[in-house]
């Protein structure tokens, strides 16, 4: 038993398969594909038999379960996770017409934008809180500063009259 983690195959001796060996191996495979042989066509047979009996809408699904290997042709798996194959378009199938897809920063600056532009013209047309309240505040100014100018033409008024009187 070698010391430490890892085995070192330094300096150890050669194992060579003997010719016995791989004659055996041989004939095991050859045996399997056979059986998978055989066992293939009496399934096809029976699968051709059963579709003949079923209608033509059944037959082209069970086809393309066929094609599928393993669990999936049994279990119908929907993995949002599962990284399809991807497929490659050729050059004439792919549109020139179409935009070129916005990333999601991009598509949310631009409806930014349109918003702040519909705001600002609701806005202009006097339609918001915001709007409302500066509207309000300027009628206010307005009064203070009619007021302020009647009271200065008053007192105006008053400082002339005495001294025409005089």
Do not use: C
């Amino acid at each position: 038993m070698p010391r430490g983690k890892y085995v070192n195959h330094k300096g150890r001796n050669r194992h060579f398969t003997s010719p016995e060996e791989l004659e055996a191996e041989r004939k095991n495979e050859e045996q399997k594909k056979k059986w998978r042989e055989t066992h293939a066509e009496a399934s096809s047979e029976e699968e051709e038999e059963a579709e003949s009996d079923k209608g033509s809408d059944e037959s082209e699904e069970e086809s393309e379960d066929d094609d599928k290997k393993g669990a999936s042709s049994v279990i119908q798996i929907q993995n949002p996770n599962r990284v399809q194959k991807k497929a490659f378009l050729k050059a004439t199938d792919v549109d020139e017409d179409d935009k070129p897809q916005l990333t999601r920063r991009e598509r949310e600056q631009l409806e930014k934008q349109k918003a702040h532009a519909a705001y600002m013209k609701r806005h202009a047309e006097g339609k918001t809180a915001q709007a409302k309240a500066d509207l309000a505040r300027l009628a206010i100014i307005k009064q203070h500063r009619a007021e302020a100018a009647a009271r200065r033409d008053a007192e105006k008024k008053a400082k002339e009259t005495p001294k025409g009187s005089t």
